[in-house]
Every structure is written in structure tokens, then in C-alpha cells.
């Protein structure tokens, strides 16, 4: 049997780890047991922590510094990149292959990173960025190996992510191992998983969702985790009744995508027990359509990079439409006022975080920290309420909000009415300058493969549902949205189609 840390040894953790001492026990337990596999490469949990542990002491030699790059698709190979970081006593900092050249060079120079474990798909880009890169090759970089890894509490800093930098430069997110490890045991106890479980994941591991939830949850469980390197309908389908996977997380979109599969059966699906959505709003019809069709109800949660990155989660047994959840266990979330006072339940704000989820602070940006963590909240930007039994509604983000003659108009809110039409399949609000009412809202819909419906019927749809200076003045009909890498709607690209 492998075993990652050697017993009794001086200098030797002694299995203290907030990570890795769970994912060592679950190794002892059962190492046959299926860790994680790919479309390549499929690892029982002896030889998982074998080949993490050969990839850290390759770590150790070639690099002294304290954070190490990874960028990898979604993969076993992400995976075993993470944990070796941590065998080798180094903070693990995700990479985000979307970013342009300059944003790449920006991540790597604020990380002083001098080391990219990689493949060779992205060895031409980091090579451009100057930096050095340790290719993942099987037999040639993934080797069984013995690293001791050194002890680790709570206050030490676990992993660097950054935001992706719709807004300016990429921030790196600082995230010690109690936020990450907490948040991943919050997660296991809220939507109850056991070591039973087969998670599957489509979710880039540069993005924190992909992170936390889809490769530390399920390794310190103990449980199976299966990787697809790109979203495609067809796979998904295939591999959940191929593995019998009974976890499924994603974004809105993926979901509305394999809806829209009319050759994916009910049976294909029979296995999934929990679906969870996260990432971007999801809207009503999506999740309805998805329920129909499969039988499984889509369970909306709510996170941030900054809160490592789970607030809340719906459960399939204790859900409420239109809300992202209840908040997971050992976090608060309270809606504010612009004074930063608390309002009561029912009424729409900002929305703080409070508990083990709050983020260190950004790397090397005292002055962001200041004004995102006060009095040791974490004001999220988004408004949203809280409801009287702790449901969590999210309205808007707070610099997306409209202003329509002086009224604050949540741009979810019309979306949620457009999606609402038969021919509708997705709704995007964006605020336009108005000179009589400062702003108007503008919408972009995508139809249904087949739909057909004209502007006119769409702005009349709307008369019925929302109030009337909330009616787009003007309805585009596109074929697509501009995504961010988790296919998530970036606002600020609609003003340019």
C-alpha cells in the first residue's frame, strides 16, 4: 500500500494536514478504490498519492519558491498537480489558459512564479510568458515516488487563485487551507455526500468552483471523480450513464445545452441523484425544461472565488425556486444597506458573507482587501434578500443594476420574464442611456433551435409581467453570448455586439 506520509518520522506532519490528512485516510482505507480518471488515465487512490508524491519531490528540486503554476485542462493531471503542490510544501496557483498573453504575463509575474506544471497543448503560451514548465507526459514526469510533506494548519495559505479579469487585471485571490478544506467539508454535509459517490466534472480547475468542489471535495471524501476536458452534451450524457455518476455540477448553460439533446433519454440520466448549478444565474425555464426531461431537479448554489468559493446551495429535499439555497453550514449572509447596516429579512441589498469561507485577502492588494473585507464581512457586490427561513434570492449585481428615473431595476428580473416565453431559450439585460429616464433596458434573447417570435410579441409578452418602465425598449435576437470560461454571460461584451 502507498502511503502518503511516512509514519513517525522527524520533520514529518505526523498526518497533521487540513487537506491532506483526510485524503491520506481515505488512501489507507481503500486503496483500490477509484480516485479520479479521464478520457487518458484513470488512478485507484494507492497510486494517486504514489505518482502525487513522485510529482512533488520533481517540485521540490527544480523550484524553491513558494507558489507553483498549474495549468492543465480539467484532468486528472490538474488534479495530481494540486495535491503535489501540497506534498512538496507549495501553494498551488490555478491558471487560467483563457486569458490573453498580457493578463498570462500579469498572473505570473504577481504570483513570482518561475515554475508551470503543464502540458504540452499550453507549452507554446507559457513559453512566450518567459516562464519555465514542467510537462506532465505519464511515464516520463509521473513517476511513484515518497515526499514527507511538511505540517500545515488552518492559517496557512493553501492556494492562490485569480479572478479572471473581466474588470482590469486578474486578482489573485488568497485562500488559506481552513477555507478550503472547511468549505469542502460544508459542502460534503450540506448536500449529504458519502464516499459512495461518483462526481462527474466538466468545470475548468483554474475556476474555483472546479477547485473546491469538483476535485477537493471529492479527494478528501474518498469518493470517485471523473474529468472531462471540455463541455459537450453528448459526452456528458454518455460518461454519467457509462460511470453511473451520481453528481453533476455546472453552469446554467451546460444544463439548457443537454436539454436541448433530443436524443438523450431519461435512462441516460438515471443515475444522477444531485444536480447542482452554479456560476451564473439559472434561469426558470432552464431548470424546468431539465426536471422534465430527466427527472432531476436542478439544485442552484451561489459562490464566489473570494468565499472559496461555496455560500449556498439549494437541496434537492429543502429548495425554493428563484433562490440559490440556504447558506452552507458555518457561513452567514446578510443583505445590507449602503451604510453597510444589517436590514431585515425580506428586504433587497448588498449581500455580505460571513465565516470560514472569507478569503485571507487579494495577493499584494491591500487597498481591494479594504474595501471588499470590512469588519470582517465580505460584501460580495451582488444585491439580493434573505428571506425569513434563510432562502437566499440574488437580484442583480450591484454595478449592473439599472437606474430607471431614479428606481433600481435588477436586470435578472427581465431576463427571468423573457425566458418565460415558449420560443425563448436565454435573455441577457443590459442598462442603456436614456435622456429622459437616465437608463433603459436593452435585451438579447436566444430562441429555442427552431423558434420563431418577433420583437413586438416579446416586448408585449413582458407587458403582463413587469411593471411597465421595466419593458425592454429594444429586444436583439442573436445566435449567441459572449461566455466567460465557465460559460458564464460577460455583460460588459454585450455592449459591443
Excluded at 469518493?223 to 459537450?232: E, K
Amino acid at each position: 500500500m502507498c502511503r502518503v506520509f511516512a509514519p513517525n518520522s522527524a520533520g514529518i506532519i505526523g498526518r497533521m494536514h487540513p487537506i491532506l490528512t483526510p485524503f491520506s485516510e481515505a488512501v489507507d482505507r481503500a486503496p483500490t478504490r477509484l480516485a479520479a480518471a479521464d478520457q487518458s488515465l484513470a488512478l485507484d487512490y494507492g497510486t494517486f498519492a504514489s505518482l502525487a508524491a513522485g510529482l512533488a519531490c520533481r517540485i521540490r528540486e527544480q523550484t524553491e519558491r513558494p507558489h507553483v503554476g498549474i495549468m492543465t485542462p480539467t484532468s486528472v493531471a490538474g488534479a495530481l498537480s494540486i495535491f503535489a503542490c501540497w506534498l512538496a510544501g507549495r501553494v498551488p496557483t490555478p491558471l487560467n489558459f483563457l486569458l490573453s498573453p498580457a493578463q498570462l504575463a500579469h498572473v505570473i509575474r504577481d504570483a513570482e512564479l518561475d515554475l508551470v506544471l503543464s502540458v504540452d497543448l499550453f507549452a507554446p503560451a507559457l513559453a512566450a510568458a518567459g516562464v519555465r514548465t514542467l510537462l506532465l507526459k505519464g511515464n516520463t514526469t509521473l513517476v511513484p515516488g515518497a515526499c514527507p510533506a511538511p505540517a500545515a494548519s488552518d492559517g496557512d495559505l493553501g492556494a492562490l487563485i485569480y479572478t479572471s479579469g473581466t474588470s482590469g487585471d486578474p486578482k489573485g485571490v488568497r485562500l488559506t487551507f481552513g477555507n478550503v478544506s472547511r468549505n469542502a467539508l460544508a459542502c460534503i454535509e450540506h448536500v449529504r455526500l458519502t464516499r459512495d459517490s461518483t462526481l462527474l466534472s466538466v468545470l475548468p480547475q483554474f475556476h474555483s468552483f472546479g477547485f473546491t468542489a469538483m476535485t477537493i471535495v471529492p479527494l478528501m471524501l474518498g469518493a470517485s471523480v471523473h474529468y472531462l476536458p471540455r463541455f459537450s452534451p453528448a459526452a456528458v450524457v454518455s460518461t454519467i450513464a457509462d460511470t453511473k455518476a451520481t453528481v453533476f455540477m455546472a453552469v446554467a448553460s451546460m444544463y439548457a445545452a443537454i436539454s436541448k439533446m433530443k436524443s438523450a433519454d431519461r435512462d441516460a440520466l438515471a443515475s444522477l441523484k444531485l444536480a447542482i448549478s452554479g456560476g451564473e444565474a439559472l434561469p426558470l425555464n432552464v431548470a424546468e425544461e431539465f426536471e422534465r426531461r430527466f427527472g432531476v431537479p436542478i439544485c442552484e448554489g451561489y459562490g464566489l472565488t473570494e468565499t472559496s468559493p461555496v455560500v449556498s446551495i439549494n437541496q434537492p429535499w429543502n429548495r425554493r425556486v428563484g433562490s440559490v439555497g440556504i447558506a452552507v453550514p458555518g457561513v452567514t449572509v446578510e443583505a445590507v444597506d449602503s451604510a453597510g447596516a444589517e436590514l431585515p429579512r425580506g428586504c433587497e441589498g448588498e449581500l455580505t458573507v460571513r465565516g470560514h469561507c472569507v478569503m485571507e485577502g487579494y495577493h499584494k492588494n491591500p487597498q481591494a482587501t479594504a474595501q471588499t473585507i470590512r469588519g470582517g464581512a465580505l460584501f460580495t457586490g451582488d444585491v439580493g434578500r434573505v428571506d425569513a427561513d434563510g432562502f437566499i434570492f440574488i437580484t442583480g449585481r450591484a454595478k449592473e443594476l439599472l437606474i430607471i428615473g431614479g428606481e433600481n431595476v435588477a436586470p435578472r428580473e427581465i431576463e427571468n420574464a423573457l425566458v418565460l416565453h415558449p420560443a425563448v431559450a436565454e435573455a441577457a439585460v443590459i442598462g442603456v442611456a436614456d435622456p429622459l429616464r437616465g437608463e433603459t433596458p436593452l435585451a438579447f434573447v436566444i430562441l429555442h433551435e427552431g423558434a420563431s417570435v418577433g420583437e413586438a410579441e416579446l416586448r408585449s409578452f413582458c407587458r403582463g409581467r413587469l411593471a411597465p418602465f421595466k419593458i425592454p425598449r429594444e429586444v436583439r435576437i442573436v445566435h449567441d453570448l459572449p461566455r466567460g470560461p465557465t460559460g458564464k454571460i460577460l455583460k460588459r461584451a454585450l455592449r459591443s455586439l
